[in-house]
T-cell receptor, first 113, second 109 residues
Framework: DAGVIQSPRHEVTEMGQEVTLRCKPI?????LFWYRQTMMRGLELLIY????????DSGMPEDRFSAKMPNASFSTLKIQPSEPRDSAVYFC???????????FGDGTRLSIL | DAKTTQPTSMDCAEGRAANLPCNHS???????VYWYRQIHSQGPQYIIH???NNETNEMASLIITEDRKSSTLILPHATLRDTAVYYC??????????FGKGTRLSVIA
């Protein structure tokens, strides 16, 4: 049973560049969540989708961040332009409808120089 | 902000039971108690959840007090691989998880 798959695992890029993070949720899951983890702020939600529709994006830091879910098996989180303060580990999680646990990917460790 | 309160850190000897407490002072009637853990450099991993009855699975046991204001996660025979940060979360499902700082459990050989 494949879990949540994120790519790339590591990304190092220079300030100002566009960054695209990718997530493949578990097949059949209705919900997809994007979280960010830093030492200072811990794990915090950025945005989540239900049936490919964004439900709450109030956690997205600013307009430089955007997320899409074009179909049930794929989502992207894009940062353009990137800044050093965006350096963090970004996690994607998915879950089924109802009181069901969220399953997390292994994250993308992003470093903006 | 997280609604639960946990000790910052705990130690446990390998092979002994690890008992991790959590206070849920503002848990509401439709919220479940969830426990997750995060091993270094990995994503959070679901452990167990319950509403008001005690629960057990292959990973752990969950004890919830009758008033639901506190819970205890029990790892019956801790191993070095159980060293992680453990989070308890009040959650009603299909909404984002709100993570606090968790308890850093160190299992010592």
């Amino acid at each position: 049973d494949a879990g949540v798959i994120q790519s790339p695992r590591h990304e190092v890029t220079e300030m100002g560049q566009e960054v695209t993070l990718r997530c493949k949720p578990i097949s059949g899951h209705d919900y997809l969540f994007w979280y960010r983890q830093t030492m200072m702020r811990g794990l915090e939600l950025l945005i989540y989708f239900n049936n490919n529709v964004p439900i709450d994006d109030s956690g997205m830091p600013e307009d430089r961040f955007s997320a899409k879910m074009p179909n049930a098996s794929f989502s992207t989180l894009k940062i353009q332009p990137s800044e050093p303060r965006d350096s963090a580990v970004y996690f994607c999680a998915s879950s089924l409808l109802g009181v069901q646990p969220q399953h997390f990917g292994d994250g993308t460790r992003l470093s903006i120089l | 902000d997280a609604k639960t309160t946990q000790p910052t850190s705990m130690d446990c000897a390998e092979g002994r039971a690890a008992n991790l407490p959590c206070n849920h002072s503002t848990i509401s009637g439709n919220e479940y108690v969830y426990w997750y853990r995060q091993i270094h450099s990995q994503g959070p991993q679901y452990i167990i959840h319950g509403l008001k009855n005690n629960e057990t699975n292959e990973m752990a046991s969950l004890i919830i007090t009758e008033d639901r204001k506190s819970s205890t996660l029990i790892l019956p025979h801790a191993t070095l691989r159980d060293t992680a940060v453990y989070y308890c979360i009040d959650h009603s499902g299909n909404t984002p998880l709100v993570f606090g700082k968790g308890t850093r459990l160190s299992v010592i050989a």
